[in-house]
């Protein structure tokens, strides 16, 4: 079987290497080394500049239906639009956290036209910014047990409790929530999804300073804020299917991970090319040869997998199983490299982003931040157990 892109997909990609290659500076490995613009204020500004540059081409939303500001581009030009994006850590390309990849998409699914006028233009602009709120102190991968209360009010809902680990909820202006609706239903039955205006009285938020120094994360307090019933997404006590379309939108996004990835091992491969070691060449060392050689085999691995993951979505099935197998893969394919690199690098590979660093400070920093990958979007173990019951039809545990 031969593998190759279309006329149009080889045009997109090539078209997208000339505006990044404009519109960013030479060597530009993003603030801090990973995409994640919204733990600093100067890679936040980044984003901001870029998404409104992104926008006016239509690329911010570029697999989004035209009528709601896309191009309707195929699933396929999606992809390689994100490897892109990815690989060269442009930032600004979700509107804060999953505005563009999984809260648009879903609210398209499942919102009311009124709220798809208010929101999807927006987002589409680049002029609106959003977090995701599912997590609780007590509440990790049994996402289910959320216990952050809503009170249904006349017309509003009445929201108390506490939400962690809230990406970006400091530089959102809505937020995407669970809820719980009915304590006494099932679980999994009693949650609600609804927007929040984070500028809503009652909302208090807390940035938290992660061990890459940076400001990534959030606690979110909910004290009696107010919200309309109306924005409210679907049925109430009926989220749980709601938000488990968003995390499959979510985890469609493993070329994100792996694109990341595969830029760091490639610029590790340049810097064992050019850094010697006791009068050799690192690249000279078969054992570092070899270990380069498996983890770009992984790089092309985690593509073809993502690859493979819109080809079904262009003919209209629906990946699962598949696209926790590209997200695990891509989390963990980041966490070998970052640490390999380290290892050949010994105490340069623990200087941080700067002027004269070798790779910029990018493996250090992707040494701190991917330890959140295997954990946010679902841990590997949750995914695993996706992996084992739908994908190869094992028994539950």
Known sequence: MEFGF?????????????????????????????????????????????AKKLAAKKWLTIAWPKEYGGLGASHMEHVIYREEMAYHAVPGVDMGVGGVNWIGPTLMMFGTEEQKKKHL??????????????????????MASMKCRAVRKGNE????????WISGGHRADWCWMGVRTDPEAPKHRGITLILVDMKTPGVTVKPLLNMADSYANCEVFFDDAHVPVENRIGEENQGWRYIMTALDFERTAGIDLTARAHRMADELVKYCSQTKRDGKLLSED???????????????????????????EDRNQVPNYEASTAKTLGAELGQ??????????????????????????????????????????????????????????????
Request: charged fraction near 25%; include cysteine; hydrophobic fraction near 35%.
């Open 286 to 312: 078969p054992l570092i040869r070899n270990k380069l050689a498996d983890l770009l085999i992984e790089c092309e691995v985690g593509r073809l997998m993502c690859y493979r993951i819109a080809w079904m």
């Open 157 to 164: 809902y009445v929201i108390n409790g506490q939400k962690v």
């Open 336 to 397: 070998k490299i970052s640490n390999f690199g380290l290892h050949i690098m010994g105490l340069y590979g623990q200087l941080e982003h700067g002027h004269g660093v070798p790779i910029k400070g990018m493996l250090h920093e992707a040494y701190l931040y991917t330890r959140g990958d295997t954990i946010a979007g679902g841990t590997s173990e949750i995914n695993r157990n996706v992996i084992a019951m739908r994908g190869l039809g094992l028994p539950r545990g």
């Open 6 to 50: 279309t006329e149009k997909e080889n045009a997109l990609r090539k078209e997208l290497r000339e505006f990044i290659a404009k519109e960013l500076p030479p060597g530009w490995v993003g603030e801090g080394g990973v995409n994640e613009e919204y733990g600093t204020d100067k890679g936040w500004e980044a984003a901001k500049v870029m």
């Open 121 to 142: 233009p927006k987002i589409a602009a680049g002029e609106t910014f959003w977090c995701t709120a599912y997590s609780e102190p007590e509440v990790g991968s049994d």
